[in-house]
């Protein structure tokens, strides 16, 4: 059965999707953005500030699913610029320093809220 995961410790959708879903053990998280979770503005000039904030709301999401950074298995991380490719990855890397999970990085012309930076995973509980 799918379950629906919703925190008010990130970000609320800004459109039709959760949070995450966990279905078969999994968890899989949408992408999550700079988002202030109370104010839902943008927060960060840099993508290195700005991926401070998506991972603290990915691991908000996955906390409240019963899982966590450990347990992660597959991130994708898309960038405005890559150009931000080693600023962004200092940061993801600090929270991943054993075992990091698999990833792909990929470039995109724009993203939500042109927001320099969206992560998003895959986990286990």
């Not at 800004?14 to 998280?29: D, H, K, L, R």
């Not at 500030?49 to 996955?62: P, T």
């Not at 990833?103 to 320099?116: F, G, H, Q, Y």
Request: glycine share 6%; proline share 6%.
């Amino acid at each position: 059965m799918k379950k629906i995961i919703a925190t008010s410790k990130a970000p609320s959708a800004i459109g039709p999707y959760s949070q995450a879903t966990v279905y078969n053990e999994i968890v899989y998280c949408s992408g999550q953005i700079s988002l202030n979770p109370e104010t839902m503005e943008i927060v960060g000039n840099t993508a290195a500030e700005q991926a401070k904030v998506v991972m603290d709301n990915l691991e908000a999401v996955l906390l409240e699913a019963g899982s966590g950074f450990p347990k992660v298995l597959k991130c994708t991380i898309f960038l405005a610029n890559m150009g931000d490719f080693a600023s962004v990855n200092e940061v993801y890397g600090a929270c991943f320093k054993n075992e990091p999970p698999a990833r792909e990085t990929v470039a995109v012309k724009t993203l939500p809220k042109e927001v320099l930076v969206e992560i998003s995973c895959i986990a286990h509980l």
